[in-house]
């Protein structure tokens, strides 16, 4: 069975330190792993993904993310954080053995303070 | 633009009646999602299609309907048998790159029951 853990409900972090949100795996053959962001009673955008090839992903509004399979990971990060990051941060993952949808961490609440 | 519509955005039930909620993209995509979300619970499958003409459960399928009987069309009911049908319902689809191809998510649509 396939899994994601997103470690913290919520994280704060003042505007133009860096940011990062965390999401640890689980799945019985290799991973494809995505993260998406959702901002209040709107759906969700896709911010990037990890299919195969380099371990450092870049996305869309400056994140990235790096993929460590020894540590079954895909941390969320962006260099320097601005108060529109503010929103809700997903973090999906699907095993690339057998034809399984996508299943979705609880989501970290992401705050950025002026 | 292409993309995937759903409505009602918002929707008022009475206990013991049926709602349906409509999902219409024009993208092309072969399969269709749909989902519940809670707060605090993530995102949960409730059913998903991978073709016209078939369906398939997903983690919490109790109590819902769905039909695909078109390519752009993936409408979900909420029967009187869902026992705590509150929640926000997001419509999604996916089709280009197969399995790695990421999810394109509607608007969503937010029911109550009073």
């Known amino acids: 069975a396939q899994s994601v853990a997103q470690p913290e409900d919520q994280v704060n972090v003042a505007e133009g330190n860096p940011l990062t949100v965390k999401c640890t795996y689980s799945?019985?053959?290799?991973?494809?792993l995505f993260w998406y962001v959702q901002y209040p009673n709107r759906g969700l955008q896709f911010l990037l993904k990890?299919?195969?090839?380099?371990?450092l992903v870049k996305g869309s509004y400056g994140f990235e993310a790096e993929f460590n399979k020894s540590q079954t990971s895909f941390h969320l990060k962006k260099p320097s954080a601005l108060v529109s990051d503010s929103a809700l941060y997903f973090c999906?993952?699907?095993?690339?053995?057998?034809?399984?949808?996508?299943?979705f961490g609880k989501g970290t609440r992401l705050s950025v303070i002026a | 633009d292409g993309g995937i519509t759903q409505s009602p955005k918002y929707l008022f039930r009475k206990e013991g009646q049926n709602v349906t909620l409509s999902c219409e993209q024009n993208?092309?995509?072969?399969?269709m999602y749909w989902y519940r979300q809670d707060p605090g619970q993530g995102l949960r499958l409730i059913y998903y299609?991978?073709?016209?003409?078939?369906?398939q459960k997903g983690d919490i399928a109790e109590g819902y309907s769905v039909s695909r009987e078109k390519k752009e069309s993936f409408p979900l009911t909420v029967t009187s048998a869902q026992k705590n049908p509150t929640a926000f319902y997001l419509c999604?689809?996916?089709?280009?790159?197969?399995?790695?191809?990421?999810?394109?998510f509607g608007e969503g649509s937010r029911l109550t029951v009073l």
């Open positions: 990890y299919i195969t090839g380099d371990n």
């Open positions: 999604a689809s996916s089709g280009f790159g197969g399995y790695t191809g990421e999810l394109f």
């Open positions: 299609s991978q073709i016209v003409n078939d369906f």
């Open positions: 799945v019985s053959g290799n991973p494809y």
């Open positions: 993208l092309n995509h072969d399969a």
């Open positions: 999906a993952v699907r095993d690339s053995r057998g034809n399984t949808p996508l299943v």
